[in-house]
């Protein structure tokens, strides 16, 4: 369910004459029937709604006073937002005979046009207040206050998204609570630029429009307005001309694939970086460290303690909260089976709320193998939501190879990597180019029979650094360790991290280190696998250098790495 939340404007929207029909009251109790909460928001006066509103206690939360107050029915408690109006500032009012004046626990309210008298006393007085039309009224309330901001308040009580709310309105005043929301909607009587921009222009009237949303989220969850929610797309390039890539942020999967070192992580990290600042909540399942220390998020986990699922679940909880899970410390063959125990608890959190909006598997291809027979069952067919990484789209699991919508193709020999994807889909093999400039992709969505699309990519924002702990601590996989073998290929010594590498290069002999040494296996390594050239420099000096000590040449290396690489601990 995407839709959790229903946010709706009272005078004009959801009543008529200060009014709810019966058959409004009666599809506000569906709606909370389907699981959903409703929130009520409205320019009125606390006291006064609940005189003239005897259905108030159906919603889960009352926003009042334009932003100014949150009242929750089943307590009775109050939550005061705003400020109090100044008493010069009130007392300027009435010595101009400005009426009729309501002045509630924030807001001060009267008529046009008494507008030109309040704006007087505003700038008179030097008050960082603003003014807010509804139609013939006219609101006065403290800089920063509005619908929308106390819609987030309330939301953020009920631990909900503005992303996994609708919200309905009808006036001047509802612009900013239906812009803060993933769907807005506009009755049938509303003022026409709301409903110009609306995305759900309900044919009817009032509470019966309101009721036509509300069948719609029941039957389809809104699935029918999908197409017009384009102002949540996410940006990530440009065409060659000029045009922007975009993709949805909701009911899509995507899957960054490309040769190693080639920029997955980069993109992923910003298009990451712009779900976060959209307000999109995410989850990172981070096998090797590359998202460690992401801006905005917490990590989880490190070389030594593998990520425990509740406090993941816990945090995200929070919609404000984002999550890496940190893997180094699971083992290679052990991270399918820590991402079975894991996917549950996030499918039961989407459930509850719709979130985390995202979930990201960096190297994928280890944590949902084409080798493992459980993903069919674990990857439901209408997952959504997922951003899949991997530098071998070909051994990944076929359930979510089927299930990617976007592939997004980096790094060296782009068509390669296109004909594995395409192969892995039973589809005829696309024209690619056979070589991308720096900070270019290419996008292939497999809806579009038109094949591939070459874009310059959105960069990150923050400066992206390598993970050094992963390349010092972690584990390394069986393709990108190092192997001491000797010269006679008698040993098979592994090195899944640089610590062992050095571990391992201090125990062997002179004959099997200096083996390895002239034959360049040590810049080839750190060039190829550990993508450091600096590292790889280094090595290739030492390997260049006749007649060099074995005991030299380990030291050379050794400081090397410790220069440039986290210790353990």
Not at 81 to 103: A, C, D, I
Not at 509 to 521: E, K, Q, V, Y
Request: include cysteine; aromatic fraction near 6%; glycine fraction near 8%.
């Amino acid at each position: 369910m995407r839709y959790h939340a229903l946010a709706c404007d009272y005078d004009g929207t959801l009543a008529s004459d200060g009014i709810v029909h019966p058959h409004t009251l009666e599809a506000l109790e569906r709606l909370r029937r389907s699981g959903r909460k409703l929130i009520l928001v409205t320019g009125r006066d606390l006291g006064d709604l609940l005189q003239v509103f005897p259905g108030a206690e159906l919603f889960d939360r009352i926003v009042a006073e334009n932003g100014a107050l949150i009242y929750r029915p089943e307590t009775r408690e109050e939550k005061f937002l705003g400020e109090r109006p100044p008493e010069k500032f009130l007392e300027y009012l009435r010595e101009k005979n400005v009426t009729p004046l309501s002045v509630g626990r924030s807001i001060v309210a009267t008529i046009v046009p008494n507008q030109n008298v309040v704006l007087e006393a505003i700038k008179a007085l030097g008050l960082e207040w603003h003014v807010i039309f509804n139609k013939s009224s006219v609101m006065v309330l403290p800089s920063g206050i509005n619908k929308a901001t106390g819609l987030s308040a309330a939301l953020a009580e009920l631990k909900l998204s503005p992303h996994n709310t609708a919200a309905v309105g009808d006036a001047e005043n509802d612009h900013a609570l239906l812009n803060s929301c993933e769907c807005s909607a506009a009755v049938a009587n509303a003022i026409p630029l709301l409903r110009e921009r609306a995305d759900f222009a309900a044919s009817q009237r009032n509470g019966a429009g309101v009721v036509e949303l509300i069948d719609a989220m029941i039957a389809s969850d809104l699935k029918e307005i999908e197409a017009r929610l384009t102002r949540h797309e996410i940006a990530i390039g440009n065409a060659k001309d000029g045009e922007e890539i975009r993709v949805r942020p909701y009911g899509v999967n995507v899957m960054i694939a490309g040769t190693s070192g080639g920029g997955k992580s980069k993109l992923a990290t910003a298009i990451l970086e712009k779900l976060g600042t959209c307000g999109y909540q995410f989850c990172i399942v981070d096998p090797e460290a590359d998202f460690s220390g992401f801006k905005g998020a917490a990590t989880i986990g490190d070389a030594k303690r593998p990520p425990d699922p509740h406090e993941a679940i816990d945090l995200l909880r929070d919609p404000r909260a984002n999550v890496v899970l940190n893997l180094l410390g699971v083992r290679i063959e052990d991270r399918p089976l820590f991402f079975e125990g894991l996917w549950p608890r996030l499918e039961r959190l989407r459930a509850q709320t719709g979130r985390p909006h995202w979930i990201a598997v960096d190297e994928c291809h280890h944590v949902l193998p084409s080798s493992w027979n459980k993903t069919e069952r674990l990857l439901s067919e209408d997952v959504r939501g997922l951003l899949a990484i991997t530098v071998h789209p070909q051994h990944v699991s076929a359930r979510l190879a089927s299930a990617i919508d976007t592939f997004i193709v980096v790094g060296e020999s782009p068509g390669e990597t296109v004909n594995a994807i395409a192969a892995i889909l039973g589809r005829e093999r696309p024209c690619a180019p056979s070589k991308l400039e720096p900070g270019e992709a290419l996008l292939w969505r497999k809806e579009d029979s038109s094949g591939p699309v070459v874009f310059r990519s959105l960069q990150a924002s923050a400066d992206w650094r390598r993970h050094q702990r992963k390349y010092a601590v972690g584990e390394l996989g069986e393709d990108r360790s190092f192997y001491f073998r000797g010269p006679e290929n008698k040993l098979n010594l592994r090195a899944q991290n640089l610590t062992l590498f050095l571990q391992i290069g201090q125990g062997v002999d002179d004959d099997t280190w200096m083996f390895h040494l002239r034959n360049g296996d040590y810049s080839r390594w750190f060039r190829e696998k550990i993508k450091d050239e600096g590292l790889a420099q280094v090595a290739d000096g030492l390997e260049r250098e006749n007649g060099i000590p074995a005991s030299q040449a380990r030291s050379g290396i050794e400081e090397a790495i410790r220069k440039r690489y986290s210790a353990p601990g």
